[in-house]
């Protein structure tokens, strides 16, 4: 079922995800081959929708199921139910020849730096490669429209035949979004981009990628576990835990009035600069162990670990909507959601200046 409330603002949906489930099929058991065939319940039934413009933060702690729905969302995996549809198309009914016309409007940057980037081909050629692929510029002008890229993302073009192992950790996540953004692309899903990164160069990132999606009105869908990040980026935030939402709503609403106590645990977690307000904080910390992805619990996912779970926390699965006291778009799954007032509000962390072009990182 898909939840019309979450289609946000006044432009429309550039990206829908309709009861999406991903299950992972495993084998357990004796390791000759005779063991019982399970799956692992990555994704269970999100329905989500990012509207055109908008940065909408995906958090959860890991293992939530935050990356397999942003691969399956761009069709890296295929869904084991549900549609994915952009700008109006449903791409989980497309085969890969005619899905291929529109991986140029969707882009990815992922989170290892190190990783992410060959380390045997030169920085010009890793950033120029989707030039080549879908063949939307000429071999003679890949080279100028590279380090264009290259100067908008804040590297330096003469560098354009350098290795990544010549650059820093922040400086190759900006090779990746210039990658990323080569197509010129409508939406840009950002799977923890800062996570493996120093704390200064992650404000340098989250700028980078703010001023970016003014001058190229992009559409962000932004993945993290670090909600003191996202609260800086986004418009929206959804919350994750154990491949179902919980809650989802605007910046300055669902990070200031939380209503699902596994969100207000996270905020809990959001380090504080201030040594004095850290020790007035009241620190939430959960019991027990995420449950097991190949055996979730009955009903309430968040039930073995929530204080305020009752009986039928495991009777019933509770539905995301808006409770009694929340704004239209602040939806909680949640059969005793925090009143109003209950959860204290994490103290304000002021993000870093934008940095100037070329700024070494």
Same mark, same amino acid.
């Given at each position: 079922?898909?939840?019309?409330? !979450?289609?946000?603002?006044? @432009?429309?949906?550039? #990206?829908?995800? $309709?009861?999406?489930?991903?299950?992972?099929?495993?084998?357990? %058991?004796?390791?000759?081959? *005779?063991?019982?065939?399970?799956?692992?319940?990555?994704?269970?039934?999100?329905? /989500?929708?990012?509207?055109? %413009?908008?940065?909408?933060? !995906?958090?959860?702690?890991?293992?939530?199921?935050?990356?397999?729905?942003?691969?399956?969302?761009?069709? #890296?995996?295929?869904?084991?139910?549900?549609?994915?549809?952009?700008?109006?198309?449903?791409?989980?009914?497309?085969?890969?020849?005619?899905?291929?016309?529109? *991986?140029?409007?969707?882009?990815?940057?992922?989170?290892?730096?190190? %990783?992410?980037? =060959?380390?045997?081909?030169?920085?010009?050629? +890793?950033?120029?490669?989707?030039?080549?692929?879908?063949?939307?510029?000429?071999?003679?002008?890949?080279?100028?429209?590279?380090?264009?890229?290259?100067?908008?993302?804040?590297? =330096?073009?003469?560098?354009? @035949?350098?290795?990544?192992?010549?650059f820093s950790g922040g400086q190759r996540q900006r090779i990746g979004?210039?990658?990323?953004?080569?197509?010129?692309?409508?939406?840009?899903?950002?799977?923890?981009?800062?996570?493996?990164?120093?704390?200064? +160069?992650?404000?340098?990132?989250? @700028?980078?990628?703010?001023?970016?999606?003014? $001058?190229?009105? /992009?559409?962000?869908?932004?993945?993290?576990?670090? !909600?003191?990040?996202?609260?800086?980026?986004?418009?929206? +935030?959804?919350?994750?835990?154990?491949?179902?939402?919980?809650?989802?709503? &605007?910046?300055?609403?669902?990070?200031?009035?939380?209503?699902?106590?596994?969100?207000?645990?996270?905020?809990?977690?959001?380090?504080? &600069?201030?040594?004095?307000?850290?020790?007035? *904080?009241?620190?939430?910390?959960?019991?027990?162990?995420?449950?097991?992805?190949?055996? &979730?619990?009955?009903?309430?996912?968040?039930?073995?670990?929530?204080?305020?779970?009752?009986? +039928?926390?495991?009777?019933?699965?509770? &539905? #995301?909507?808006?409770?009694?006291?929340?704004?239209?778009?602040?939806?909680?799954?949640?059969?005793?959601?925090?009143?109003?007032?209950?959860?204290?509000?994490?103290?304000?962390?002021?993000?870093?200046?934008?940095?100037?072009?070329?700024?070494?990182?």
């Open positions: 079922m898909t939840e019309p409330t !979450l289609t946000g603002g006044p @432009n429309g949906s550039l #990206l829908k995800l $309709e009861d999406i489930v991903k299950h992972f099929p495993v084998r357990t %058991g004796s390791g000759l081959g *005779r063991g019982q065939r399970e799956v692992v319940h990555a994704v269970d039934g999100v329905s /989500l929708a990012v509207s055109r %413009g908008e940065t909408l933060g !995906l958090v959860g702690e890991t293992g939530c199921g935050k990356s397999t729905l942003a691969r399956v969302a761009l069709r #890296l995996l295929e869904v084991t139910e549900g549609r994915v549809v952009f700008d109006g198309v449903d791409l989980t009914a497309l085969s890969a020849r005619h899905l291929r016309a529109y *991986r140029r409007e969707m882009q990815m940057i992922f989170q290892d730096p190190y %990783g992410s980037l =060959n380390p045997r081909r030169r920085v010009g050629s +890793i950033i120029g490669e989707p030039f080549a692929v879908h063949g939307v510029v000429a071999r003679s002008q890949r080279r100028q429209a590279v380090q264009e890229l290259m100067e908008l993302v804040g590297l =330096n073009p003469e560098h354009y @035949n350098r290795f990544p192992a010549e979004v210039a990658r990323a953004l080569a197509l010129r692309p409508k939406l840009l899903v950002c799977d923890e981009p800062v996570s493996a990164l120093d704390v200064s +160069i992650q404000a340098q990132i989250v @700028n980078l990628l703010a001023r970016l999606q003014k $001058e190229l009105q /992009l559409t962000y869908l932004f993945i993290a576990h670090d !909600l003191s990040v996202v609260r800086h980026l986004c418009d929206r +935030i959804a919350v994750m835990y154990l491949g179902q939402l919980v809650e989802v709503g &605007p910046v300055g609403e669902i990070d200031v009035e939380p209503r699902h106590p596994y969100t207000e645990a996270l905020l809990s977690a959001v380090p504080v &600069p201030d040594p004095d307000d850290a020790a007035r *904080r009241r620190r939430i910390v959960l019991s027990g162990d995420v449950p097991s992805p190949i055996d &979730p619990p009955s009903g309430c996912r968040f039930r073995t670990r929530c204080p305020r779970a009752r009986p +039928i926390c495991g009777e019933q699965v509770p &539905p #995301l909507e808006v409770r009694a006291g929340s704004g239209a778009g602040h939806l909680t799954a949640c059969h005793f959601p925090l009143e109003p007032g209950d959860a204290r509000a994490p103290v304000e962390i002021a993000p870093a200046p934008l940095l100037e072009e070329g700024h070494p990182c």
